[in-house]
Protein backbone atom coordinates (compact mmCIF):
# COMPACT_ATOMS: atom_id res chain seq x y z
CA UNK A 1 0.00 0.00 0.00
CA UNK A 2 1.67 3.49 -1.01
CA UNK A 3 1.96 6.16 1.32
CA UNK A 4 -1.16 8.34 -0.23
CA UNK A 5 -3.02 5.35 0.04
CA UNK A 6 -2.44 4.50 3.50
CA UNK A 7 -2.54 8.55 4.32
CA UNK A 8 -6.36 8.24 3.14
CA UNK A 9 -7.54 5.44 4.77
CA UNK A 10 -5.90 6.54 8.13
CA UNK A 11 -7.81 10.15 7.32
CA UNK A 12 -11.37 7.82 6.44
CA UNK A 13 -11.05 5.79 9.87
CA UNK A 14 -10.03 8.63 12.03
CA UNK A 15 -13.54 10.87 10.23
CA UNK A 16 -14.70 7.22 10.57
CA UNK A 17 -14.43 7.16 14.72
CA UNK A 18 -15.22 11.17 15.20
CA UNK A 19 -18.49 10.92 13.68
CA UNK A 20 -19.11 7.58 15.70
CA UNK A 21 -18.23 9.30 18.92
CA UNK A 22 -18.30 12.57 18.52
CA UNK A 23 -21.16 13.15 16.66
CA UNK A 24 -23.40 10.30 16.71
CA UNK A 25 -24.08 10.42 20.31
CA UNK A 26 -26.33 8.04 22.00
CA UNK A 27 -28.28 5.69 20.28
CA UNK A 28 -32.00 6.88 20.83
CA UNK A 29 -31.70 10.41 20.77
CA UNK A 30 -28.60 13.33 20.19
CA UNK A 31 -27.10 13.39 23.79
CA UNK A 32 -24.49 13.19 26.53
CA UNK A 33 -21.60 12.02 24.06
CA UNK A 34 -19.30 8.39 24.55
CA UNK A 35 -16.35 10.51 25.02
CA UNK A 36 -18.31 12.08 28.12
CA UNK A 37 -19.08 8.83 29.92
CA UNK A 38 -17.90 8.76 33.35
CA UNK A 39 -18.29 7.23 36.88
CA UNK A 40 -20.30 9.62 38.48
CA UNK A 41 -19.13 10.65 41.28
CA UNK A 42 -16.69 8.32 41.28
CA UNK A 43 -13.15 8.58 41.03
CA UNK A 44 -11.94 7.83 37.46
CA UNK A 45 -9.24 4.62 39.02
CA UNK A 46 -12.03 3.67 41.34
CA UNK A 47 -15.04 2.72 38.81
CA UNK A 48 -14.30 -0.24 38.85
CA UNK A 49 -13.87 -1.26 42.26
CA UNK A 50 -16.88 0.15 42.72
CA UNK A 51 -18.49 -1.47 40.42
CA UNK A 52 -16.69 -5.00 41.67
CA UNK A 53 -18.36 -4.09 45.23
CA UNK A 54 -21.93 -3.36 43.57
CA UNK A 55 -22.29 -7.00 42.00
CA UNK A 56 -20.62 -8.64 45.57
CA UNK A 57 -23.74 -7.03 47.00
CA UNK A 58 -25.62 -9.87 45.51
CA UNK A 59 -23.17 -12.83 47.20
CA UNK A 60 -24.53 -11.67 50.50
CA UNK A 61 -28.32 -11.74 50.26
CA UNK A 62 -28.60 -11.21 53.73
CA UNK A 63 -27.16 -7.43 53.59
CA UNK A 64 -29.59 -6.38 50.63
CA UNK A 65 -32.21 -6.81 53.73
CA UNK A 66 -30.52 -4.83 55.87
CA UNK A 67 -31.90 -1.40 55.33
CA UNK A 68 -29.17 1.12 56.37
CA UNK A 69 -26.78 -0.71 53.75
CA UNK A 70 -29.67 0.38 50.41
CA UNK A 71 -29.25 3.97 50.35
CA UNK A 72 -25.15 3.17 49.53
CA UNK A 73 -25.73 0.10 46.95
CA UNK A 74 -28.08 2.41 44.97
CA UNK A 75 -26.21 5.85 45.20
CA UNK A 76 -23.06 3.63 44.20
CA UNK A 77 -25.43 2.29 41.35
CA UNK A 78 -26.60 5.77 40.05
CA UNK A 79 -22.93 6.47 39.93
CA UNK A 80 -21.78 3.95 37.62
CA UNK A 81 -25.25 4.15 34.62
CA UNK A 82 -26.15 7.73 34.84
CA UNK A 83 -23.79 8.42 32.02
CA UNK A 84 -24.68 5.38 29.89
CA UNK A 85 -28.32 6.04 30.71
CA UNK A 86 -28.13 9.34 29.71
CA UNK A 87 -25.94 8.37 26.23
CA UNK A 88 -28.32 5.71 25.16
CA UNK A 89 -31.37 6.25 26.52
CA UNK A 90 -32.09 9.75 27.54
CA UNK A 91 -32.96 12.25 30.26
CA UNK A 92 -36.22 10.06 31.42
CA UNK A 93 -34.70 7.12 33.51
CA UNK A 94 -38.27 5.06 32.75
CA UNK A 95 -40.41 3.02 30.24
CA UNK A 96 -43.17 3.88 28.65
CA UNK A 97 -45.71 1.72 26.55
CA UNK A 98 -45.16 2.14 22.56
CA UNK A 99 -47.41 4.50 20.59
CA UNK A 100 -47.86 3.86 16.91
CA UNK A 101 -46.76 7.29 15.24
CA UNK A 102 -44.76 8.44 18.19
CA UNK A 103 -41.41 8.64 19.02
CA UNK A 104 -40.24 6.74 21.93
CA UNK A 105 -39.05 10.45 23.13
CA UNK A 106 -43.02 11.10 22.56
CA UNK A 107 -44.60 8.27 24.14
CA UNK A 108 -42.36 8.97 26.97
CA UNK A 109 -43.42 12.73 27.24
CA UNK A 110 -47.11 11.45 27.52
CA UNK A 111 -47.05 8.69 29.81
CA UNK A 112 -45.04 11.54 32.06
CA UNK A 113 -47.66 14.11 31.73
CA UNK A 114 -50.14 11.12 32.38
CA UNK A 115 -49.33 11.31 35.64
CA UNK A 116 -49.86 14.84 36.63
CA UNK A 117 -52.93 15.08 35.26
CA UNK A 118 -54.00 12.59 37.16
CA UNK A 119 -53.51 15.01 40.28
CA UNK A 120 -55.54 17.55 38.57
CA UNK A 121 -53.71 20.39 40.27
CA UNK A 122 -53.33 24.19 39.15
CA UNK A 123 -50.81 25.72 37.31
CA UNK A 124 -48.44 27.18 40.30
CA UNK A 125 -49.18 24.02 42.22
CA UNK A 126 -45.69 22.57 44.42
CA UNK A 127 -45.52 19.36 43.15
CA UNK A 128 -42.88 16.17 44.79
CA UNK A 129 -40.94 14.41 42.48
CA UNK A 130 -39.68 11.53 44.61
CA UNK A 131 -36.78 9.64 42.76
CA UNK A 132 -36.02 12.46 40.02
CA UNK A 133 -33.35 11.05 38.70
CA UNK A 134 -31.79 13.71 36.24
CA UNK A 135 -35.09 15.33 36.02
CA UNK A 136 -36.19 14.41 32.62
CA UNK A 137 -39.51 13.51 33.93
CA UNK A 138 -39.59 17.00 36.05
CA UNK A 139 -39.07 19.27 33.29
CA UNK A 140 -42.05 17.65 31.26
CA UNK A 141 -44.33 17.78 34.11
CA UNK A 142 -43.35 21.66 35.03
CA UNK A 143 -43.83 22.55 30.93
CA UNK A 144 -47.19 20.79 30.79
CA UNK A 145 -48.17 21.99 34.21
CA UNK A 146 -47.74 24.71 35.10
CA UNK A 147 -46.58 23.41 38.39
CA UNK A 148 -43.38 24.17 40.59
CA UNK A 149 -41.44 20.73 40.80
CA UNK A 150 -39.22 19.84 43.53
CA UNK A 151 -37.20 16.54 42.42
CA UNK A 152 -35.20 14.90 45.67
CA UNK A 153 -32.67 12.07 44.03
CA UNK A 154 -29.83 10.48 46.56
CA UNK A 155 -27.44 10.37 43.89
CA UNK A 156 -25.43 13.77 44.38
CA UNK A 157 -24.16 13.64 40.36
CA UNK A 158 -27.72 13.49 39.04
CA UNK A 159 -29.07 16.53 40.86
CA UNK A 160 -25.59 18.71 39.34
CA UNK A 161 -27.21 16.97 36.05
CA UNK A 162 -30.27 17.93 36.72
CA UNK A 163 -29.85 21.04 37.37
CA UNK A 164 -27.78 21.81 34.50
CA UNK A 165 -30.73 20.24 32.31
CA UNK A 166 -33.32 22.32 34.05
CA UNK A 167 -31.07 25.69 33.11
CA UNK A 168 -30.42 24.71 29.72
CA UNK A 169 -34.35 24.31 29.20
CA UNK A 170 -35.42 27.66 31.32
CA UNK A 171 -36.97 25.79 33.88
CA UNK A 172 -34.47 26.21 36.85
CA UNK A 173 -37.04 28.82 38.35
CA UNK A 174 -39.73 25.91 38.37
CA UNK A 175 -37.82 23.05 38.74
CA UNK A 176 -35.92 22.25 42.35
CA UNK A 177 -33.72 19.34 43.04
CA UNK A 178 -32.63 18.13 46.77
CA UNK A 179 -30.25 15.50 47.10
CA UNK A 180 -31.44 13.66 50.03
CA UNK A 181 -33.15 9.90 50.86
CA UNK A 182 -36.41 9.90 50.00
CA UNK A 183 -37.02 7.36 53.17
CA UNK A 184 -36.10 10.72 55.19
CA UNK A 185 -36.95 13.58 53.07
CA UNK A 186 -35.85 16.93 54.49
CA UNK A 187 -39.31 18.90 53.48
CA UNK A 188 -41.88 19.70 56.41
CA UNK A 189 -45.19 18.07 56.80
CA UNK A 190 -48.06 19.15 54.85
CA UNK A 191 -45.80 20.98 52.14
CA UNK A 192 -47.02 19.78 48.84
CA UNK A 193 -50.18 20.30 46.98
CA UNK A 194 -49.22 16.72 44.97
CA UNK A 195 -46.52 14.31 44.19
CA UNK A 196 -46.18 11.45 41.78
CA UNK A 197 -42.88 9.10 41.70
CA UNK A 198 -42.24 7.21 38.33
CA UNK A 199 -40.38 4.00 38.70
CA UNK A 200 -38.28 4.83 41.48
CA UNK A 201 -39.70 3.73 44.58
CA UNK A 202 -38.83 -0.10 43.55
CA UNK A 203 -35.74 1.09 45.11
CA UNK A 204 -36.60 1.47 48.60
CA UNK A 205 -36.05 -1.33 51.05
CA UNK A 206 -39.64 -1.31 52.24
CA UNK A 207 -42.36 -0.01 50.69
CA UNK A 208 -44.16 1.35 53.50
CA UNK A 209 -41.40 3.83 54.56
CA UNK A 210 -40.84 5.44 51.43
CA UNK A 211 -44.83 5.56 51.40
CA UNK A 212 -45.13 7.03 54.39
CA UNK A 213 -42.96 9.84 54.35
CA UNK A 214 -44.61 11.18 50.95
CA UNK A 215 -48.25 10.94 52.93
CA UNK A 216 -46.42 13.11 55.61
CA UNK A 217 -44.96 16.10 53.28
CA UNK A 218 -48.25 16.21 51.53
CA UNK A 219 -51.52 18.33 52.25
CA UNK A 220 -54.11 16.76 53.47
CA UNK A 221 -56.43 15.78 50.36
CA UNK A 222 -53.55 15.88 48.11
CA UNK A 223 -53.06 13.37 45.41
CA UNK A 224 -50.24 10.81 45.00
CA UNK A 225 -49.44 8.61 42.20
CA UNK A 226 -46.41 6.27 41.61
CA UNK A 227 -45.55 3.98 38.48
CA UNK A 228 -44.52 0.44 40.54
CA UNK A 229 -42.08 -2.12 39.34
CA UNK A 230 -44.04 -5.55 40.75
CA UNK A 231 -44.31 -9.05 39.34
CA UNK A 232 -47.74 -9.46 38.37
CA UNK A 233 -50.32 -12.47 38.69
CA UNK A 234 -48.66 -14.49 36.50
CA UNK A 235 -45.04 -14.65 38.20
CA UNK A 236 -44.46 -18.23 39.58
CA UNK A 237 -42.12 -18.35 42.51
CA UNK A 238 -41.56 -22.21 42.05
CA UNK A 239 -41.06 -21.57 38.07
CA UNK A 240 -37.01 -21.42 37.72
CA UNK A 241 -37.33 -19.42 33.99
CA UNK A 242 -39.33 -16.86 36.27
CA UNK A 243 -37.12 -16.66 39.03
CA UNK A 244 -34.06 -16.13 36.85
CA UNK A 245 -35.90 -13.36 35.35
CA UNK A 246 -36.47 -11.64 38.45
CA UNK A 247 -33.36 -12.23 40.37
CA UNK A 248 -31.45 -10.36 36.69
CA UNK A 249 -34.04 -7.83 36.93
CA UNK A 250 -32.97 -7.13 40.42
CA UNK A 251 -29.48 -7.32 39.87
CA UNK A 252 -28.94 -5.12 36.99
CA UNK A 253 -31.21 -2.69 38.41
CA UNK A 254 -29.95 -2.04 42.51
CA UNK A 255 -33.40 -3.69 43.30
CA UNK A 256 -33.21 -4.93 47.40
CA UNK A 257 -36.29 -7.02 45.87
CA UNK A 258 -39.03 -6.98 43.59
CA UNK A 259 -42.75 -6.77 45.17
CA UNK A 260 -45.71 -8.35 43.93
CA UNK A 261 -48.59 -5.95 42.48
CA UNK A 262 -50.98 -7.39 45.47
CA UNK A 263 -48.43 -5.09 48.12
CA UNK A 264 -48.56 -2.11 46.59
CA UNK A 265 -52.41 -0.97 47.73
CA UNK A 266 -52.40 -2.89 51.15
CA UNK A 267 -48.86 -1.10 52.15
CA UNK A 268 -50.56 2.32 50.40
CA UNK A 269 -54.20 1.69 53.10
CA UNK A 270 -51.57 0.73 56.01
CA UNK A 271 -49.83 4.62 55.92
CA UNK A 272 -53.20 6.05 55.85
CA UNK A 273 -53.70 6.55 51.76
CA UNK A 274 -57.25 6.83 49.90
CA UNK A 275 -56.92 4.17 46.72
CA UNK A 276 -58.16 6.15 44.14
CA UNK A 277 -57.32 3.65 41.12
CA UNK A 278 -55.16 1.22 40.43
CA UNK A 279 -54.11 -0.22 36.76
CA UNK A 280 -51.63 -2.05 35.07
CA UNK A 281 -50.52 0.76 32.51
CA UNK A 282 -48.18 -1.91 30.46
CA UNK A 283 -51.69 -4.71 30.14
CA UNK A 284 -53.41 -4.61 26.50
CA UNK A 285 -54.27 -2.42 24.42
CA UNK A 286 -51.25 -0.62 25.74
CA UNK A 287 -48.21 -1.61 23.11
CA UNK A 288 -44.98 -3.04 24.29
CA UNK A 289 -43.41 -1.07 26.45
CA UNK A 290 -39.89 -3.42 26.00
CA UNK A 291 -39.95 -3.30 22.29
CA UNK A 292 -37.98 -0.13 22.92
CA UNK A 293 -35.18 -2.79 24.37
CA UNK A 294 -35.20 -4.97 21.43
CA UNK A 295 -35.43 -2.64 18.62
CA UNK A 296 -31.98 -1.30 20.06
CA UNK A 297 -30.08 -4.54 19.90
CA UNK A 298 -27.72 -3.38 17.09
CA UNK A 299 -27.30 0.08 19.11
CA UNK A 300 -26.27 -1.84 22.00
CA UNK A 301 -23.44 -3.53 20.73
CA UNK A 302 -22.46 -0.90 18.33
CA UNK A 303 -22.30 1.06 21.77
CA UNK A 304 -20.41 -1.79 23.53
CA UNK A 305 -17.79 -2.16 20.89
CA UNK A 306 -17.35 1.67 21.15
CA UNK A 307 -16.97 1.79 25.14
CA UNK A 308 -14.62 -0.93 24.97
CA UNK A 309 -12.53 1.02 22.66
CA UNK A 310 -12.73 3.55 24.93
CA UNK A 311 -11.84 2.26 27.83
CA UNK A 312 -9.20 0.61 26.37
CA UNK A 313 -7.63 4.14 25.19
CA UNK A 314 -8.11 5.78 28.44
CA UNK A 315 -10.77 8.29 27.72
CA UNK A 316 -13.46 6.13 29.41
CA UNK A 317 -12.55 4.89 32.98
CA UNK A 318 -12.11 1.00 33.75
CA UNK A 319 -14.97 -0.52 34.71
CA UNK A 320 -17.58 1.48 32.01
CA UNK A 321 -17.20 -1.89 30.06
CA UNK A 322 -18.45 -4.01 32.86
CA UNK A 323 -21.40 -1.66 33.65
CA UNK A 324 -22.55 -1.32 30.04
CA UNK A 325 -22.42 -5.10 29.38
CA UNK A 326 -24.50 -5.75 33.03
CA UNK A 327 -27.26 -3.34 31.67
CA UNK A 328 -27.09 -5.37 28.33
CA UNK A 329 -27.52 -8.48 29.80
CA UNK A 330 -30.60 -6.54 32.14
CA UNK A 331 -32.00 -5.63 29.47
CA UNK A 332 -32.69 -9.40 27.99
CA UNK A 333 -33.99 -10.05 31.41
CA UNK A 334 -36.72 -6.93 31.02
CA UNK A 335 -37.80 -7.78 27.68
CA UNK A 336 -38.16 -11.80 29.07
CA UNK A 337 -39.94 -10.12 31.81
CA UNK A 338 -42.29 -8.22 29.62
CA UNK A 339 -42.77 -10.88 26.51
CA UNK A 340 -44.00 -13.66 29.56
CA UNK A 341 -46.41 -11.21 31.17
CA UNK A 342 -44.40 -11.63 34.72
CA UNK A 343 -42.96 -7.99 35.05
CA UNK A 344 -44.42 -4.67 34.83
CA UNK A 345 -42.26 -1.39 35.49
CA UNK A 346 -45.70 0.56 35.36
CA UNK A 347 -48.09 -1.00 37.80
CA UNK A 348 -49.90 2.40 38.24
CA UNK A 349 -51.81 3.40 41.54
CA UNK A 350 -53.04 6.65 42.40
CA UNK A 351 -54.20 7.62 46.07
CA UNK A 352 -55.43 10.48 47.86
CA UNK A 353 -54.10 11.74 51.59
CA UNK A 354 -57.29 12.22 53.78
CA UNK A 355 -58.90 15.32 54.28
CA UNK A 356 -58.89 16.61 57.61
CA UNK A 357 -62.20 16.47 59.21
CA UNK A 358 -63.58 18.67 61.20
CA UNK A 359 -64.10 18.68 64.90
CA UNK A 360 -67.82 20.60 64.94
Known amino acids: MDSITLLCTAAFLAGGLYWFVCILGSAEQKGKHAVQLSGGSIAKEKVQDNYDQYWSFFRRPKEIETTEKVPDFVDTFYNLVTDIYEWGWGQSFHFSPSIPGKSHREATRIHEEMAVDLLNLKPGARILDAGCGVGGPMRAIAAHSGANVVGITINEYQVNRARAHNKKAGLDKQCEVVCGNFLEMPFGDNSFDGA ?42 GDPEHLEVIQGIERGDALPGLRSYKDIAEVARKVGFEVIREKDLAKPPANPWWSRLKMGRIAYWRNH ?31 RGGESGIFTPMHMILCKKPEIKSSS
Do not use: N, Q
Not at 213 to 227: A, D, F, N, Q, T
Not at 310 to 333: N, Q, R
Open 305 to 335: ILVTILAWVGIAPKGVVDVHEMLFVTADYLT
Open 196 to 237: YSIEATCHAPKLEDVYSEIYRVLKPGSMYVSYEWVTTELYRG
